[in-house]
Nanobody, 123 residues
Framework: QVPLVESGGGPVQAGGSLRLSCAAS????????MGWFRQPPGKEREFVSL????????YAADSVKGRFTISRDNAKNTVYLQMNSLKPEDTAVYYC????????????????WGQGTQVTVSS
């Protein structure tokens, strides 16, 4: 498995901001669509946002649209998720994932996954 390592999670108050990072190694980073997914406690994993290999095209779930922004720095082999206006319902383990050239929000299309980072939003 290609290593994907998330960082930047932690506790935050409602209305606050947090930036997650995911560093990739062992692959030609620009050839992969990168996605963020999350799993709230007691619930199934769900799609959050994705970005094309070049960084030109992005797509986000309705639940985070207008609040979260995905970006990438291919020179650093890193993808980011800037999370603003956080709500308690954003509390989840957040995962980054890599897909081989397919622009998709489907979990089965992603080949590699990170270990996850916890985000906890308090009211």
């Amino acid at each position: 498995q290609v290593p994907l390592v998330e960082s930047g999670g932690g506790p935050v108050q409602a209305g606050g901001s947090l930036r997650l990072s995911c560093a990739a190694s062992g692959l030609t980073f620009s050839n992969y669509v990168m996605g963020w997914f999350r799993q709230p406690p007691g619930k199934e994993r769900e799609f959050v946002s994705l970005i094309s290999g070049s960084g030109v095209a992005t797509y986000a779930a309705d639940s985070v649209k207008g609040r979260f922004t995905i970006s990438r720095d291919n020179a650093k082999n890193t993808v980011y998720l800037q999370m603003n206006s956080l709500k308690p319902e954003d509390t989840a383990v957040y995962y980054c994932a890599a897909a081989r050239g397919v622009f998709s929000d489907q979990i089965r299309q992603y080949d590699y996954w990170g270990q996850g980072t916890q985000v906890t939003v308090s009211s």
